[in-house]
Structure formats: C-alpha cells, structure tokens
C-alpha cells in the first residue's frame, strides 16, 4: 500500500508490559511472533500480518492502537475540532506522534514518518 493508502488508517498497536522478557516469551510461544528489541523500554513484533510494540511506560493492560497519518497536524486539528483533546506529543527515530483522548475518554495515538 501506498501512504496515501495508509493515511488515516489503523497502522500499528502498542501494549504496555511490565516484563518485557516474559511478554515476548509469551508472544512468541502462543502465536509466534516475532521481535526486534530498540533498547530496553521498546521491543517491535511482527505476526505476520500486523505490526506493533511492547513497552515500559503507561497503564499496564491498556493497549494503544495507532493510526498513520500523512498530514499530522492536519489530523491533530480535526481531533480537536471534533471534540478530542491531544494529551502528549513526541519524536522517535522514524517520525513523530501525539496521542489524543476522544469524547468517551479512549486514548488512540496518531503517527508519520513525515
């Protein structure tokens, strides 16, 4: 898929974890997925069809789903003007992101590689 395919579109899932290890001990022997470490806070899996992560930070047992967005701020305004409201914002190697809360108080998360 192109980005413009991707745009605005579930991408990625993140769950927080309180051991990493016995997290992708667990993964891995139930459904077999696969990982790339990025230190010791983030690990990256692959199950064959999606992508996502595990890390250290948040409310354990909270997943985060993430959607790809070409125009970020774009989107952020639409968030906001929809009702939400941003909660934080954030580089990685790779992009940037903000996650925000909805009206119904669910936190989502909206990245690029722009």
Do not use: C
């Not at 016995?22 to 990982?35: M, R």
């Not at 806070?41 to 354990?60: N, P, S």
């Amino acid at each position: 898929m192109t980005q413009a395919e991707h745009d605005r579109r579930i991408d990625y899932v993140e769950f927080t974890v309180g051991d990493m290890e016995s997290a992708k001990e667990f993964y891995a022997k139930v459904f077999g997925w696969k990982f790339t470490d990025y230190g010791p806070d983030y690990t990256a899996f692959e199950d064959g069809r999606l992508t996502g992560g595990f890390h250290r930070r948040g409310v354990v047992g909270s997943p985060l789903v993430i959607i790809y967005a070409v125009d970020l701020a774009a989107v952020e305004r639409s968030v906001t003007e929809a009702g939400g409201t941003v909660v934080e914002r954030h580089e990685f190697p790779g992009g940037r992101r903000f996650h925000f809360r909805d009206p119904s108080g669910n936190i989502l998360a909206v990245w690029t590689d722009r």
